[in-house]
C-alpha cells in the first residue's frame, strides 16, 4: 500500500495501529501494510467495525467493589457493586495478503482490572464477556477476509480470484488486461463447475 494511504490508516486508528513505527524485532507492523492500495476501503471499513463494540457490566461482590472504588448502586435495600467492562483494544500484528485474500493478524489487550479480576475465577460471567468479545472481533475480520476475496486488490472494484505461476491474486477483469497482471487467469476451484 502507498505510503499516503498507510499514514492515513494510521492517523485515523493509532490504537490499533500503535506497533507501526516498531522494529521488525517487535512487529510485523514495521513493514506497513503488505497488500495493494484496492484494499484500503476494505482495511479502514474493517478497522471502523473494530471500533464499535459493546460495553456491558457485572456484579462483583463487596470486596471487589469498595477496593475497586466503585460507587454502590441501592436496589430495594440490596447494595450491589457494578464492574464496567470495557472492550478489550485490538492491536494489528500484521496486515498482508496472502493466497490472494487479507490476513489482519491482532492480538487483544484487556484493561488490568479486567485481567485480575477473570484470574481470580470468582467472575465467571466475565469470562464469557471476554470470550464474546474475541468471537466479536474474529467474525468481523472474518468478513473481511471473505470480502477481500471478492475485492481487487488494485482498485477496489468486484474482482475474483488469479493465479499466476503459483500466485494468487484477486483482479478486476480490466485490471487483468495490462502488462504488469500479463499471465493471471481466473483460479477456479474444482467445486465451482
Given at each position: 500500500?502507498?505510503?499516503?494511504?498507510?499514514?492515513?490508516?494510521?492517523?485515523?486508528?493509532?490504537?490499533?495501529?500503535?506497533?507501526?513505527?516498531?522494529?521488525?524485532?517487535?512487529?510485523?507492523?514495521?513493514?506497513?501494510?503488505?497488500?495493494?492500495?484496492?484494499?484500503?476501503?476494505?482495511?479502514?471499513?474493517?478497522?471502523?467495525?473494530?471500533?464499535?463494540?459493546?460495553?456491558?457490566?457485572?456484579?462483583?461482590?463487596?470486596?471487589?467493589?469498595?477496593?475497586?472504588?466503585?460507587?454502590?448502586?441501592?436496589?430495594?435495600?440490596?447494595?450491589?457493586?457494578?464492574?464496567?467492562?470495557?472492550?478489550?483494544?485490538?492491536?494489528?500484528?500484521?496486515?498482508?495478503?496472502?493466497?490472494?485474500?487479507l490476513r489482519f493478524y491482532?492480538?487483544?489487550?484487556?484493561?488490568?482490572?479486567?485481567?485480575?479480576?477473570?484470574?481470580?475465577?470468582?467472575?465467571?460471567?466475565?469470562?464469557?464477556?471476554?470470550?464474546?468479545?474475541?468471537?466479536?472481533?474474529?467474525?468481523?475480520?472474518?468478513?473481511?477476509?471473505?470480502?477481500?476475496?471478492?475485492?481487487?486488490?488494485?482498485t477496489g472494484k468486484r474482482?475474483?480470484?488469479?493465479?499466476?505461476?503459483?500466485?494468487?491474486?484477486?483482479?478486476?477483469?480490466?485490471?487483468?488486461?495490462?502488462?504488469?497482471?500479463?499471465?493471471?487467469?481466473?483460479?477456479?476451484?474444482?467445486?465451482?463447475?
Amino acid at each position: 500500500m502507498n505510503d499516503q494511504l498507510d499514514n492515513k490508516l494510521c492517523e485515523r486508528y493509532p490504537k490499533i495501529f500503535v506497533n507501526r513505527d516498531k522494529s521488525p524485532q517487535e512487529s510485523c507492523m514495521h513493514w506497513g501494510f503488505e497488500c495493494g492500495d484496492g484494499w484500503y476501503n476494505l482495511i479502514d471499513d474493517l478497522c471502523t467495525a473494530l471500533t464499535y463494540t459493546f460495553t456491558t457490566s457485572i456484579e462483583v461482590d463487596e470486596i471487589d467493589g469498595k477496593r475497586l472504588g466503585i460507587e454502590p448502586s441501592i436496589w430495594s435495600d440490596k447494595v450491589q457493586y457494578f464492574f464496567k467492562v470495557e472492550p478489550p483494544q485490538i492491536i494489528a500484528d500484521q496486515v498482508k495478503q496472502k493466497f490472494g485474500t487479507l490476513r489482519f493478524y491482532y492480538h487483544l489487550v484487556f484493561d488490568s482490572i479486567n485481567e485480575e479480576l477473570t484470574k481470580s475465577g470468582k467472575y465467571p460471567e466475565l469470562i464469557e464477556i471476554n470470550k464474546r468479545y474475541r468471537d466479536y472481533v474474529d467474525g468481523i475480520v472474518h468478513f473481511a477476509d471473505i470480502m477481500s476475496g471478492v475485492t481487487c486488490e488494485v482498485t477496489g472494484k468486484r474482482g475474483r480470484m488469479h493465479v499466476r505461476g503459483g500466485w494468487f491474486k484477486v483482479l478486476n477483469d480490466d485490471v487483468v488486461k495490462e502488462e504488469i497482471y500479463a499471465g493471471f487467469i481466473p483460479h477456479v476451484l474444482k467445486n465451482e463447475n
